[in-house]
């Protein structure tokens, strides 16, 4: 069966840092597209961050650029999001996913296997 797993979340002062790491189980996805969405109370999921299989293209959304890295690493399965200068703001519900379509990779339609999301709260 596949499954992602995201670990990482937590809560953290306005300013700070958090590193969230999402883990691919049952088959590899190498090949495959992945991205991080959130989604905060009342509001509707969205994009955060893309990267290509080959790590050759990263996406960004606007309020994220410059703050938030995302990475893979394919040998072990695994994606990343690393989060710098946290606000408030980001206080979210933060999911991996693989897309299974290639042709927008900020959109979450694209995107066929989802983890069960981790927690990030920013106090201010």
């Known amino acids: 069966q596949v499954q992602l797993v995201e670990s990482g979340g937590g809560l953290v002062q306005a300013g700070g840092s958090l590193r969230l790491s999402c883990a691919a189980s049952?088959?590899?996805?190498?090949?495959?597209?992945m991205g991080w969405f959130r989604q905060a109370p009342g509001k509707e999921r969205e994009f955060v961050a893309a990267i290509t299989w080959n790590s050759g293209a990263t996406y960004y959304a606007g309020s994220v650029k410059g703050r938030f890295t995302i990475s893979r690493d394919n040998a072990k399965n695994t994606v990343s999001l690393q989060m710098n200068s946290l606000k408030p703001e980001d206080t979210a519900v933060y999911y991996c996913?693989?897309?299974?379509?290639?042709?927008?990779?900020?959109?979450?339609?694209?995107?066929?296997?989802w983890g069960q999301g981790t927690q990030v709260t920013v106090s201010s």
């Open positions: 996913a693989v897309a299974i379509l290639g042709r927008n990779p900020t959109a979450a339609t694209q995107y066929g296997v």
């Open positions: 049952g088959r590899t996805f190498s090949t495959y597209n």
